[in-house]
T-cell receptor, first 113, second 112 residues
């Protein structure tokens, strides 16, 4: 039982490059979330999904796209990376139906140069 | 939209003393208030949470209080230990989608 796993753990991109971050959970959770964490700030929600095939925008969605083709996977895409997207990205998941603990992945440190 | 403010940004206490971190929120419809602990380079981990129908909740050395009228909630850690050193985040949410709005964090330093 791995919980929530993010791939990759670290990445350096050049401005304009694209990449996809993968979040995988093995807890059969309905809800999944992508956050970014910048120094001196709390986590900010980028996009989230309430089930397979659904996605919705969070607080800071611009410059990102997401897909939830399988229940266990939630992908975060950067089509044209910018230095402002340098951050630590966290994925989280939780059960549907009641407000309860969200389980976080270990984070992805992304640097855009 | 919701806004969560957290104070102080840094808190240094002597080992064995108590620590209190305070958060205020703006949306009176918020009904769930978790606290997360994040150690350096690690993922956030839930340490305690409270729902709006409860005024106080305790779990061993940790307690959270909620004042809905004033729209603020606080984390209390008693008998602090070196392993309590970390960044603590408060958050608030409403509805079933669990869109958490996070405070900026408090760096807690426990002095030996």
């Amino acid at each position: 039982n791995a919980g929530v796993t993010q791939t990759p753990k670290f990445r350096v991109l050049k401005t304009g490059q694209s990449m996809t971050l993968l979040c995988a959970q093995d807890m059969n959770h309905e809800y999944m979330y992508w956050y970014r964490q910048d120094p001196g700030m709390g986590l900010r929600l980028i996009h989230y999904s309430v089930g397979e095939g659904t996605t919705a925008k969070g607080e800071v969605p611009d410059g990102y796209n997401v897909s939830r083709l399988k229940k266990q996977n939630f992908l975060l895409g950067l089509e044209s990376a910018a230095p402002s997207q340098t951050s630590v990205y966290f994925c989280a998941s939780r059960y549907e139906g009641r407000v309860t603990e969200a389980f976080f992945g270990q984070g992805t440190r992304l640097t855009v140069v | 939209g919701e806004n969560v403010e957290q104070h102080p940004s840094t808190l240094s206490v002597q080992e064995g003393d108590s620590a209190v971190i305070k958060c205020t929120y703006s949306d009176s419809a918020s009904n769930y208030f978790p606290w997360y602990k994040q150690e350096l380079g690690k993922r956030p981990q839930l340490i305690i949470d409270i729902r709006s129908n409860v005024g106080e909740k305790k779990d061993q050395r940790i307690a959270v209080t909620l004042n809905k009228t004033a729209k603020h909630f606080s984390l209390h850690i008693t008998e602090t230990q070196p392993e309590d050193s970390a960044v603590y985040f408060c958050a608030a949410s409403k509805g079933s989608n669990y869109q958490l709005i996070w405070g900026a964090g408090t760096k807690l330093i426990i002095k030996p």
